[in-house]
């Protein structure tokens, strides 16, 4: 899985934070409060992430409501994915990734593999 280009990755954060269908105008607007940006960029970046498989879109009235097909956790875990898959050696690349995690997320990470041991089981 190719990286989020930083436009791309600007409307799929308001998409997965407003969680909820949006338009190209209310992304177009919310970044204007921040940085200027153009209608018709928006607009292109937008259908480009639908063509991808990223967006889902229905029509409202004339306008197209966007919305993520995947959460912003899955994308997060993909990119991971990717990471372990550039490795000739996974379990040694695993121990890197683990020796950066916080307590806090050790825990969670325990408390996950708990949860996918329970689903294995029958």
Do not use: C
Not at 6 to 16: C, G, N, P, V
Not at 72 to 88: H, I, T, W
Not at 93 to 106: M, N, R, Y
Request: charged share 30%; net charge neutral; glycine share 4%.
């Amino acid at each position: 899985m190719r990286r989020l280009g930083h436009l791309e990755a600007e409307i799929m954060d308001r998409l997965w934070t407003w969680d909820r269908p949006a338009t190209v105008r209310e992304v177009v607007d919310d970044i204007n409060e921040t940085r200027p940006v153009a209608y018709t960029t928006v607009m292109t970046v937008t259908n480009v992430l639908f063509t991808k498989g990223w967006l889902v879109r229905s029509m409202r009235g004339r306008a197209w409501l966007y919305a993520p097909v995947r959460s912003r956790e899955a994308y997060a875990a993909a990119l991971m994915e990717d990471g372990l898959e550039a490795s000739q050696d996974r379990p040694a690349a695993l121990v890197h990734f683990v020796e950066k995690l916080s307590e806090e997320e050790i825990g969670a990470l325990r408390e996950a593999l708990r949860s996918v041991g329970r689903q294995d089981k029958p």
